[in-house]
Every structure is written in structure tokens, then in C-alpha cells.
């Protein structure tokens, strides 16, 4: 169901149509929280459940952290690949990505998101000339019943050429910088983790399965009036092969302890990436690797921005738990499916916790 146009409260917050404002005019939760809102606009209200209780969120102990300076001892792999299985979230120190593009890229995300909305909203679904560059709110606001508090730039990436025709001038060069810096790590991380599922060598075919296509998105969580009713994002896992997340230091990413109803919080720690398993990768590797829940709250004091990469398979591959980890004698759980129409399942409904990966399931 499409939110409605108008609202019927009677709040004096909403005299005026939010979803054209925030949605179709490009000015995104960004522009309600600069309007200095007293309260959340109803549109943005999420059922109870789905709203972050506080309650469930434990303490005693968060996703491990890994120092990934000397990959070659044996002991680091293996925390890598069993963080993998029992969190599906870790963050990594000592990456390799230098401080300095870490820091362009999150500058370069205030600067998108500071120009004024009709320059990001060129960059919008009905305006960007390319598939491949989306700024926009919330998740998917035609499909959603209550919009999150969140707006971003998705990236696709194609090549330097492309990026030069159609990313957005802002942020460019700092976008590419990351992803550039971050290719070596990624290589090394899922050296480690496909190691374990006797994979021998990545050849040029495994590695283009398991990371042939990226997207880089940037996320800006305004501050927000009365954030415990709303999310910054909905429960859901990342459709990714892995994601590496850069955070800033205002936190507010929860991740569900496996198998219960807990959340953590991921700390944020200067100069960490955050990696995490995404569906892809729980497929192919026959449910060993945990693509877990996720979600982020709104902020009432500070503004929050991060940074995703999503390293994917490319949108022509067909993805199902590789004939290495069958070949062990393993049943497979997952059938074989194109990429492209996994994402579009994900992309054509609202966040659903772990709902999309039982369209891969036999
Ligand atoms: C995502 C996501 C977490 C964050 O973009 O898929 O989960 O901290 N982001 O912004
Ligand atoms: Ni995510």
C-alpha cells in the first residue's frame, strides 16, 4: 500500500504533503529535520515491532574485531571465517584502506547530501539518466506501509568512464578512492573465507561470482523528532556476497545475535571497517556463512552518515552453493537462481528481516 498523500493528524507539523516534499521534491528526511519538525511525521511512525526495544538489545559482549595485519598466520583466517559463522559480523583494524580515504569519503558524503535538493534530486529515479546512480529516501517508498527515516546515493559501478558521465561531482573521486583502496582487502578477506569451503585457488571465474559487480552507497540519518517511533533502516541482511560498512562514531547499527531475539550494538571505532556476510554468500556457501539481520535507529541529538560497499556477483550470474562445498557430500538448501532476479525480489518489497533469502530456498 502506497502512504497516503495527505495526512489526517491534526499536528501543525503536517499542513503541508510531507511524501511530496521529502520524496518526490528531493529534500528526503534531511529537509523534514531541517525544518525543525517538533514531531515525527505520521508517515514515518513504524509499528511497534518494528521499532528498536531496548530491551532486547544485550551488552555483555559485541561482534568480535579482527586485526587483519598479518593474514599469513593461520589463527587470523580462521577468526575471520568463524566470526563468519557465528555472527556474520565482525569489523576488521589494520585493513589496509588508508585513514586518509576513509576520512575523503565520509567529508565527500556531507558535501552530496549539503547541496540543495533540486542538484541531488537529478541523481533521483525519475531524473537520473542512468539505472546505475539513484539518490533517493527511505528504502522503497511505493512499497513501504511506514517510510525510514534515512536518505541516500546508490552507486553502481561500471567503469571510470561511466563514473565520470553520471556520478554526482560531490562525491566522485572519493567514492572511487574507496572502492579502489578496498580491493585488496576484500580479496584477502574472502581468500580466507573460501579457503574453508575448499575452495583451492579463486580463478578468474570464482572471483567474478564472487565479487564481479560493486555498488557503493552513501547513507545520511538526519536527526530526527521522536526517533524512538521510527528506523533509520528496517530489519533486513545485505543481498551482497559482503559488505564493508564505514561508520562514523555516532552508532546506532544493531545486529541480531543468531538464532535469538537479541540485538547488539556495533561499537564504532575509529579507523574500523565493519565487514559483513551478505545472502549471496550464505548461498553459495550452503548456509555455513550467516547473512545476519540488521537494522539502525534514528537519532534525536546527532546526524548520522555511513558508508556501504556492497561487493556482489554480477547481475548475469546464476548463484547456488558451490560444487565445492558439495562435493563434500553437503545437500544442497538453496537451489540455483539468476542475481538479478534475487535483487529484484529484495528491491520490490519492504525490509522483511531475513525474508528474501527463502526465494533461494529449496
Ligand atoms: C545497509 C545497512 C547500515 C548502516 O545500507 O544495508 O545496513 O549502518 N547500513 O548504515
Ligand atoms: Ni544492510
Same mark, same amino acid.
Given at each position: 500500500m502506497a502512504p497516503a498523500m495527505t495526512t489526517t493528524s491534526s499536528s501543525s507539523d503536517d499542513t503541508f504533503d510531507i511524501i511530496n516534499y521529502a520524496v518526490h521534491q528531493g529534500h528526503g528526511v534531511k529537509g523534514l529535520s531541517e525544518l525543525g519538525l517538533k514531531s515525527l511525521p505520521n508517515q514515518y511512525v513504524q509499528p511497534?515491532?518494528?521499532?528498536?526495544?531496548?530491551?532486547?538489545? &544485550?551488552?555483555?559482549?559485541?561482534?568480535?574485531?579482527?586485526?587483519?595485519?598479518?593474514?599469513?598466520?593461520?589463527?587470523? #583466517?580462521?577468526?575471520?571465517?568463524? $566470526?563468519?559463522?557465528?555472527?556474520?559480523?565482525?569489523?576488521?583494524?589494520?585493513?589496509?584502506?588508508?585513514?586518509?580515504?576513509?576520512?575523503?569519503?565520509?567529508?565527500?558524503?556531507?558535501?552530496?547530501?549539503?547541496?540543495?535538493a533540486e *542538484?541531488k534530486n537529478?541523481?533521483s529515479k525519475d531524473?537520473?539518466?542512468?539505472?546505475?546512480?539513484?539518490f533517493g529516501t527511505s528504502f522503497t517508498p511505493h512499497a513501504e506501509k511506514a517510510l525510514e527515516w534515512k536518505d541516500f546515493?546508490?552507486?553502481?559501478?561500471?567503469?571510470?568512464?561511466? $563514473?565520470?558521465?553520471?556520478?554526482?561531482? $560531490?562525491?566522485?573521486?572519493? #567514492?572511487?578512492?574507496? +572502492?579502489?583502496?578496498?580491493?585488496?582487502?576484500?580479496?584477502?578477506? +574472502?581468500?580466507?573465507?573460501?579457503?574453508?569451503?575448499?575452495?583451492?585457488?579463486?580463478?578468474?571465474?570464482? *572471483?567474478?561470482?564472487?565479487?564481479?559487480?560493486?555498488? &557503493?552507497?552513501?547513507?545520511y540519518y538526519p536527526k530526527c523528532p521522536n526517533p524512538?517511533l521510527t528506523i533509520g533502516?528496517g530489519?533486513?541482511?545485505?543481498?551482497?556476497?559482503?559488505?564493508?560498512?564505514?561508520?562514523?562514531?555516532?552508532?546506532?547499527?544493531?545486529?541480531?545475535?543468531?538464532?535469538?531475539?537479541?540485538?547488539?550494538?556495533?561499537?564504532?571505532?575509529?579507523?574500523?571497517?565493519?565487514?559483513?556476510?551478505?545472502?549471496?554468500?550464505?548461498?553459495?556457501?550452503?548456509?555455513?556463512?550467516?547473512?545476519?539481520?540488521?537494522?539502525?535507529?534514528a537519532?534525536?541529538?546527532?546526524?548520522?552518515?555511513?558508508? !556501504?560497499?556492497?561487493?556482489? !556477483?554480477?547481475?548475469?550470474?546464476?548463484?547456488? !552453493?558451490?560444487?565445492?562445498?558439495?562435493?563434500?557430500?553437503?545437500?544442497?538448501?538453496?537451489?540455483?537462481?539468476?542475481?538479478?532476479?534475487?535483487?529484484?525480489?529484495?528491491?520490490?518489497?519492504a525490509?522483511?528481516?531475513?525474508?528474501?533469502?527463502?526465494?533461494?530456498?529449496?
Amino acid at each position: 500500500m502506497a502512504p497516503a498523500m495527505t495526512t489526517t493528524s491534526s499536528s501543525s507539523d503536517d499542513t503541508f504533503d510531507i511524501i511530496n516534499y521529502a520524496v518526490h521534491q528531493g529534500h528526503g528526511v534531511k529537509g523534514l529535520s531541517e525544518l525543525g519538525l517538533k514531531s515525527l511525521p505520521n508517515q514515518y511512525v513504524q509499528p511497534i515491532d518494528e521499532r528498536i526495544d531496548m530491551t532486547t538489545v &544485550i551488552d555483555e559482549h559485541s561482534i568480535p574485531v579482527i586485526d587483519m595485519s598479518d593474514l599469513s598466520d593461520q589463527k587470523v #583466517a580462521d577468526s575471520i571465517c568463524d $566470526a563468519s559463522e557465528r555472527w556474520g559480523f565482525f569489523q576488521v583494524v589494520n585493513h589496509g584502506v588508508p585513514l586518509k580515504v576513509l576520512d575523503e569519503v565520509k567529508e565527500s558524503t556531507y558535501r552530496f547530501f549539503s547541496q540543495a535538493a533540486e *542538484e541531488k534530486n537529478k541523481h533521483s529515479k525519475d531524473n537520473s539518466p542512468t539505472n546505475n546512480v539513484r539518490f533517493g529516501t527511505s528504502f522503497t517508498p511505493h512499497a513501504e506501509k511506514a517510510l525510514e527515516w534515512k536518505d541516500f546515493l546508490s552507486l553502481f559501478y561500471v567503469s571510470q568512464e561511466e $563514473a565520470d558521465a553520471y556520478w554526482p561531482q $560531490a562525491c566522485k573521486d572519493e #567514492a572511487l578512492e574507496f +572502492l579502489k583502496s578496498s580491493e585488496i582487502m576484500i580479496k584477502k578477506l +574472502l581468500g580466507a573465507l573460501t579457503q574453508r569451503l575448499n575452495v583451492k585457488e579463486i580463478d578468474e571465474e570464482k *572471483e567474478n561470482l564472487l565479487m564481479g559487480s560493486k555498488r &557503493i552507497n552513501m547513507n545520511y540519518y538526519p536527526k530526527c523528532p521522536n526517533p524512538e517511533l521510527t528506523i533509520g533502516v528496517g530489519r533486513h541482511s545485505d543481498v551482497s556476497t559482503l559488505t564493508i560498512l564505514l561508520q562514523d562514531q555516532v552508532g546506532g547499527l544493531y545486529v541480531r545475535k543468531l538464532e535469538t531475539d537479541s540485538w547488539i550494538h556495533v561499537p564504532p571505532i575509529e579507523g574500523a571497517i565493519v565487514i559483513n556476510i551478505g545472502d549471496a554468500l550464505q548461498i553459495m556457501s550452503n548456509g555455513r556463512y550467516k547473512s545476519v539481520e540488521h537494522r539502525v535507529a534514528a537519532n534525536g541529538n546527532h546526524n548520522r552518515i555511513s558508508v !556501504p560497499i556492497f561487493v556482489n !556477483p554480477r547481475p548475469n550470474d546464476v548463484i547456488g !552453493p558451490l560444487r565445492e562445498v558439495i562435493e563434500g557430500g553437503e545437500t544442497p538448501i538453496y537451489k540455483q537462481v539468476l542475481y538479478s532476479d534475487y535483487v529484484k525480489h529484495f528491491f520490490r518489497k519492504a525490509h522483511d528481516g531475513k525474508g528474501t533469502v527463502d526465494f533461494a530456498k529449496i
